[in-house]
């Protein structure tokens, strides 16, 4: 029993002298964020993925814009199969994903419906949200808890890349 005792005081880290002990130091900026649980991960990346749907399926009866038009497909297309996948895994945790948008992002489609200048206020919706997912699935695909579903994040993180990529040229 003492010898159990004496290895773990040799374990601790040795603090210089008068430093605060581990739990008393300040966190590192972005160090410390609190972590998404599998629930709210299902949750914003549904809501994330519907919004990307239908903000896409306005473009196609609103824009004129050949490339927007051309870039709504790509949209719905691969959202479409990121959201599948996204059902498919989180129903194995027996988690449901939401089938409907989160009130921001729902407020922000109502705006975009309502929009005299459709195409300027579409791309840039696209960019906040595409950035808002991949910090999301980037995120989670390295630091996420559920084994399930870091893969899905790991998937999805390339694909917003890619249409963050094809946003510059809208």
């Not at 002298?17 to 900026?29: H, Q, V």
């Not at 009130?103 to 808002?132: C, G, K, P, T, W």
Request: one cysteine or more; aromatic letters at 4%; glycine letters at 4%.
């Amino acid at each position: 029993m003492i010898v159990l005792l004496l290895a773990a005081g040799c374990a601790r880290e040795e603090q210089p002298r008068g430093a605060p002990p581990p739990s008393a130091r300040p966190a590192r900026p972005g160090a410390s964020r609190p972590a998404v649980t599998p629930a709210q991960y299902v949750s914003q990346a549904s809501s994330i993925d519907l919004f990307l749907i239908g903000a896409s399926e306005l473009a196609m009866r609103k824009s004129s814009r050949p490339r927007t038009r051309e870039f709504a497909i790509n949209e719905i297309t691969a959202h479409k199969g990121t959201s599948a996948q996204l059902s498919l895994e989180a129903r194995r945790l027996n988690l449901l994903p939401s089938a409907t948008l989160s009130a921001r992002h729902q407020a922000m489609l109502n705006e975009l419906e309502r929009s005299a200048d459709f195409d300027a206020l579409y791309r840039r919706d696209e960019l906040i949200v595409h950035q808002e997912a991949e910090a999301l699935h980037s995120r989670y695909a390295s630091s996420g808890s559920s084994p399930t579903l870091r893969p899905v994040a790991q998937l999805v993180a390339p694909i917003i890349q890619r249409h963050q990529r094809m946003l510059k040229y809208l």
